[in-house]
């Protein structure tokens, strides 16, 4: 399956999260030649029903349209577990934008600090 159409008129039309994923991964911002530009649909069951080994920790943007993935994740996950949420963020703010990325940063380093 493609995953952003060619134009950014195309992907305006898929909403944000569409505009935002093409924004990234199609413009100056991050392109690369072998970026990821389609995915099988057996890949999203996988992230979906992830059965994580300990411990986990999931960062997530409270504006991302996939919050929903982490959110069912963490619930199955084992202890040692947690779920952060960054403030404002979208999926993609969260490759690149300081503002985002730092704070994701030194959650990650608290938090498998504490568990190590």
């Known amino acids: 399956m493609v995953i952003f159409p060619e134009t ?3 992907a305006r039309s898929l909403g944000q999260h569409g505009f ?4 990234y991964y ?5 392109r690369h ?3 990821a530009k389609s995915f099988t649909w057996n890949s999203i069951d ?7 080994f300990r ?6 943007g409270t504006e991302a349209v ?13 202890q040692p577990k947690e ?10 703010d969260l490759y690149d934008k300081d503002e985002y990325v730092t704070p994701a940063v030194d959650k990650m380093v608290e938090f498998f600090r504490a568990v190590s």
């Open 66 to 78: 996939t919050r929903y993935v982490p959110t069912e994740a963490i619930a199955n996950a084992q």
């Open 55 to 60: 411990p986990l920790l999931m960062i997530v």
């Open 46 to 52: 996988r992230i979906v029903a992830l059965d994580a």
């Open 33 to 35: 030649p072998r970026s």
């Open 83 to 92: 779920l952060y949420w960054i403030d404002g963020a979208s999926h993609v």
């Open 20 to 23: 935002e994923g093409w924004e």
């Open 26 to 30: 199609c413009t100056d911002r991050a």
């Open 8 to 10: 950014e008129e195309q």
